[in-house]
């Protein structure tokens, strides 16, 4: 039998959609609302119709910072200081690996790092029952 | 614990930490499209929450739904939800069968009553009294109208409950009706989509939990996953624009992922997120298997002309020949390209009938 003689066709859109400047905007406009109030800001790249290359440019742009925090809850996530302090870049991934979503943070360090007093209690808690001396 | 566990404490019961709740709660934001303020909101507000009571009540419907909810990848957001939710009343996943299901779901309802969430998957038969749905002796028509009495909201999950789907389809022997057709004083969403997207389900409770109501499209559907067509956002839609389609199920312009317009796809007049959520853990969606867009997520899909002839087709009781070059160039706006193709049509036959009544005598 002869085989079919398939072709698809992919056209490759890499032109940049100028996304990024807008993006680079906002984070500007959060930076300096969080030192002016400490409001902290989300972006979710996932709603925005980024191409391969403004995907490229934004990280290019952004650059890496000095920290990289990963995080096994539910899958791993992946937490990236960028080259501007205040600024993260945050994946978040399920059990397979799955992208469940992708975010710029304007914040000192994502609420998603900091451990909680109602955990560190049980902690303690915790601990002292190792500790205790058996009757 | 005399008081329920919050949505937070349940999480860390079974052995989740805080930081997998609040990567639960950015993740669903993610899927809500909350802005960003609002986002850190549905973390706060999600988790000092009560676990809420859900009673999922099933009549006439192929449980596809639920298999749509149960079946999907796990441990996923779905997955999360449904176990952090008390789900009172599944005649399906319950373990508990006859009158001590019964008696559950009525000592729920009355533990809380006025704030549990009823969701319905199914049509229910109107005529009769209900005579042709009835469960342990009661009807279906009876058993909706009790349970939505103390409901704080009603979710019709799926195309049958949302619009009577396909126990409706003509001659639609049982006289089925949609939920909306017989509850008409509570809050009311529709989910529909036969069946509809898990993440969809799940998504709307969260947001409904945490915001109340979202808002709804004109058939009552949330507009942030209703709020576009499957045209509007399909990966195959810039051939559309350029008048490339596919003529055949295996054809080269099939085999090159043309559009499938002529097909029968139903992309351009049906409104739900396949084309971005994609099915079965995101892996994709019918048309990116190379079949059009049934139009599951619209009333009366079933009964809406031939699944395999194109949209137009229906405006012109006929065959479509050139003329779809012209709706592909109108592109953008189906109504109007529709419109002018028939107004083509219109000419055309106008002109030929002059032309050829010459001929006759």
Known sequence: MKPLEIAVVIEPRDDATGMVAAILRELEDALQAYLASGTTHVIDLATLPLGPADRAALQQTLGAGEIEVRINALGASLLRETGFAGIWWVRHEDVEGKLLCELLEVTDVPEIVRAYRADIEAASARLCGLTALPN | ?361
Request: proline share 6%.
């Open chain 2, 1 to 361: 614990m005399d008081r329920e566990p919050t949505i937070l404490e349940s999480f860390q019961q079974q052995g989740m930490s805080r930081r997998s709740f609040l990567k639960f709660c950015a993740a669903a934001a993610s899927l809500l499209a909350l802005p960003a303020a609002r986002a850190a909101e549905l973390a706060e507000k999600l988790g000092a929450m009560p676990r809420p009571t859900v009673i999922y009540l099933s009549f006439q419907e192929c449980t596809g739904c639920l298999e749509s909810l149960t079946r999907s990848f796990s441990p996923t957001i779905e997955h999360l939800i449904f176990d952090t939710i008390s789900l009172a009343y599944n005649d399906t996943l319950q373990a508990a069968a006859g009158e001590a299901a019964e008696a559950a779901r009525e000592e729920a309802m009355r533990k809380a009553w006025g704030k549990y969430v009823l969701v319905v998957d199914g049509s229910i038969p109107a005529p009769l009294d209900g005579a042709y749905c009835v469960i342990g002796g009661k009807s279906a028509l009876a058993s909706v109208q009790e349970v939505a009495k103390g409901a704080a909201a009603v979710i019709a999950v799926g195309t049958c409950a949302a619009f009577g789907g396909l126990p409706m389809a003509a001659p639609n022997p049982t006289g089925a009706v949609a939920v909306q057709d017989l509850i008409k004083n509570k809050p009311l969403i529709n989910i529909s989509g036969c069946p509809p997207i898990p993440e969809i389900i799940t998504g709307t409770i969260v947001y409904f939990l945490t915001f109340g109501v979202p808002e709804l499209d004109a058939h009552r559907r949330p507009k942030v996953f209703y709020g576009n067509t499957i045209h509007d956002r399909c990966y195959r839609r810039p051939f559309y624009d350029k008048g490339l389609f596919a003529k055949t199920f295996d054809d080269a312009g099939a085999r090159n992922g043309w559009c499938l317009y002529e097909l029968g796809c139903k992309g351009p007049t049906t409104y739900n997120s396949c084309a971005t959520m994609k099915w079965n853990g995101g892996t994709s969606f019918p048309i990116e298997s190379g079949h059009g867009c049934l139009g599951c997520s619209e009333p009366q899909f079933w009964d809406r002309g031939d699944f395999y002839k194109p949209l137009s087709a229906g405006l012109w009781h006929g065959s479509i020949g050139e003329d779809l070059g012209i709706a592909a160039v109108a592109g953008a706006v189906l109504g109007g390209a529709a419109a002018l193709t028939a107004r083509h049509r219109q000419d055309k036959t106008r002109t030929e009938t002059e032309t050829r009544k010459p001929e006759g005598k």
